[in-house]
């Protein structure tokens, strides 16, 4: 068993921002009420010809470049997004194409906020069993296309943004262990209801406005913050190591509270949790991918420290890993 590490990182944020001023004047929604509930104070939104595929392109050109490797290295694309494309290709697939890496296959997975957590367990799993030696883990999303502008309760929550890294075989930056789960019978509470087969785009659709993002806020905050504590124990004691070794969590950033929640859980001092929701909001799967590259960025990983990536999303989904930096 070959024992897998991550090469490189990177991430792409659009250079617009959505500020709490701004929503301001689209809903009945304030500053103040924004910050005390979510923590967000910004988030970013691409534009209208941009789409998740091309969000993921410069991500991932950025971490194939940090890996120090070229795109026809890569022998295999994992993309995770809620907001593909299209309903297929895979997103993965156009990825693929446009940046030129010939030699890879590729495919998307759908496990919400999870979603880069749960390709990257994919990836070392290839990895560990010798199948393939450089995998590109995208998450990408454009929730700002999926996003009810009239529904202030989830508005003012989302964004969009692309990380990714290439998982391959390392010692260094080598993930230790991991944990994935999911409770299918909390899938209604947070989804897209139309567009699938289940109900297809009709105009009935269209009116009710079931191709936009809903969400049970309040069920969802109680289980997230039970699901993701029981995820980073779970991957911690995986690992053999003690939560006193790890020297920072990253969380999905979903909402300040459920972080504050989740460190109060774990007994962590707010120094050891990861936040930057306050200025990109939550971009699904590409959150925890985001918050990975900017931690290593802002030196808040140094070689030798071990590290917690911890998810929860839609499905219901819920995963961790284990990274030894």
Same mark, same amino acid.
Not at 40 to 44: A, D, G, Q, S, V
């Given at each position: 068993m070959q024992e897998a590490g991550i090469l490189g990182l990177g991430c792409y944020l659009p250079? /617009?921002?959505?500020? =709490? *001023? %701004?929503l301001e004047k689209m809903v009945d929604t304030s500053d103040q009420w924004i910050v005390s509930r979510t923590g967000? !104070? +910004?988030? #970013?939104m691409a534009e209208a010809d941009v789409a998740s595929s091309d969000l993921g392109v410069e991500a991932s050109k950025i971490a194939i470049k940090d890996a120090g490797l070229k795109p026809e290295n890569i022998d295999l694309i994992i993309t995770a997004t809620i907001t593909p %494309? !299209? $309903?297929?290709?895979a997103t993965a697939c156009i990825i693929q194409d446009k940046i030129g890496a010939k030699n890879a296959a590729a495919f998307d997975i759908n496990a919400a906020c999870s979603g880069f957590v749960f390709g990257m367990i994919i990836a070392q799993q290839f990895v560990n069993?010798?199948?393939y030696n450089c995998i590109l883990v995208v998450g990408t999303e454009k929730?700002? *296309?999926i996003v009810d502008w009239q529904d202030r309760s989830t508005c003012v929550l989302f964004g969009d943004g692309a990380g990714a890294c290439v998982v391959g075989k390392s010692k260094d930056k080598k993930i230790l262990s991991s944990f994935m789960g999911a409770d299918g019978s909390g899938g209604h509470l947070l989804s897209v209801p139309a567009g699938g087969s289940r109900l297809p785009a009709t105009d009935d659709t269209v009116k009710k406005?079931?191709?936009f993002l809903k969400m049970e806020g309040n069920e969802v905050f109680k289980i997230a913050v039970r699901i993701m504590v029981d995820a980073a124990n779970q991957a911690i004691k995986k690992s053999g190591l003690e939560l006193n070794d790890i020297k920072l969590f990253i969380p999905h950033q979903a909402n300040i509270r459920i972080l504050l929640a989740v460190a109060k859980r774990l007994g962590l001092p707010k120094e050891k949790i990861f936040m930057n929701i306050e200025r990109?909001? =939550?971009?699904s799967a590409a959150s925890t991918a985001i918050a990975l590259v +900017? $931690? *290593?960025? +802002? !030196? #808040?990983? /140094? !070689?030798?420290? =071990?590290v917690v990536l911890v998810a929860f999303g839609g499905g219901l989904t819920y995963g961790a890993a284990v990274i030894r930096w």
């Open positions: 250079p /617009k921002k959505i500020t =709490n *001023s %701004d967000i !104070k +910004e988030r #970013r %494309d !299209k $309903a297929f290709p069993t010798g199948m929730l700002t *296309s406005r079931l191709h990109y909001g =939550n971009i +900017e $931690a *290593s960025q +802002e !030196k #808040r990983i /140094k !070689k030798g420290d =071990n």
